[in-house]
T-cell receptor
Framework: AQRVTQPEKLLSVFKGAPVELKCNYS??????LFWYVQYSRQRLQLLLRHISRESIKGFTADLNKGETSFHLKKPFAQEEDSAMYYCALIDFNKFYFGSGTKLNVKP | DGGITQSPKYLFRKEGQNVTLSCEQN?????MYWYRQDPGQGLRLIYY???????QKGDIAEGYSVSREKKESFPLTVTSAQKNPTAFYLC???????????FGDGTRLSIL
């Protein structure tokens, strides 16, 4: 069963525009969700986790249990934000990753 | 940078041959994982290990085998039973199984 869905394969925005990368999940109970990012020629790395409720590099993500979503948002995109973004969920000690969204921030 | 080292970066396999991908970590992490990444499909879990001498199958374990004889090492063998082994393989580790994972650079496996 698909636990994490990222509906957009590619998202292109202009520098300074707001960006929202969508993530929907299916899980009964209280999910633990993460966003991972992979910049060009770098390793996949943790961007943020919902239990931390922090903002990393200007990104935030709010868990919406009613809509089963964990969308990643940034009010003003920068060119250096261009990367692959993966949403992930933990279920019984296993991580489930979405298929990823490629964010392209144009100058 | 250090942390998790995967080798080789590129690997070629002949039909009917077993190959082993190396994953070593110096982070003193208990948990280690192997993922397979195919275009448009994200990461899929092959095997994971929460502690030395123990490992469990992930969602796509068929055709793969692992061992966890040492805390720092978690090699993955792609056997001849894996009919579609061409993919990008990622190794990860974490302090515990519910904690965020640290990833290696990956190994790209291709069939000759």
């Amino acid at each position: 069963a698909q636990r994490v869905t990222q509906p957009e394969k590619l998202l292109s925005v202009f520098k300074g525009a707001p960006v929202e990368l969508k993530c929907n999940y299916s899980y009964s109970g209280s999910p633990e969700l993460f966003w991972y990012v992979q910049y060009s020629r770098q390793r996949l790395q943790l961007l943020l986790r919902h239990i931390s409720r922090e903002s990393i590099k200007g990104f935030t993500a709010d868990l919406n249990k009613g809509e089963t979503s964990f969308h990643l948002k940034k009010p003003f995109a920068q060119e250096e934000d261009s990367a692959m973004y993966y949403c992930a969920l933990i279920d019984f000690n296993k991580f489930y990753f979405g298929s990823g969204t490629k964010l392209n921030v144009k100058p | 940078d250090g942390g998790i080292t995967q080798s080789p970066k590129y690997l070629f396999r002949k039909e009917g041959q077993n190959v082993t991908l190396s994953c070593e970590q110096n982070l003193n992490h208990d948990a280690m994982y192997w993922y397979r990444q195919d275009p448009g499909q994200g990461l899929r879990l092959i095997y994971y290990s929460q502690i030395v001498n123990d490992f469990q199958k992930g969602d796509i374990a068929e055709g793969y085998s692992v061992s966890r004889e040492k805390k720092e090492s978690f090699p993955l063998t792609v056997t001849s039973a894996q009919k579609n082994p061409t993919a990008f393989y990622l190794c990860a580790s974490s302090t515990a199984s519910h904690q965020p994972q640290h990833f290696g650079d990956g190994t790209r496996l291709s069939i000759l």
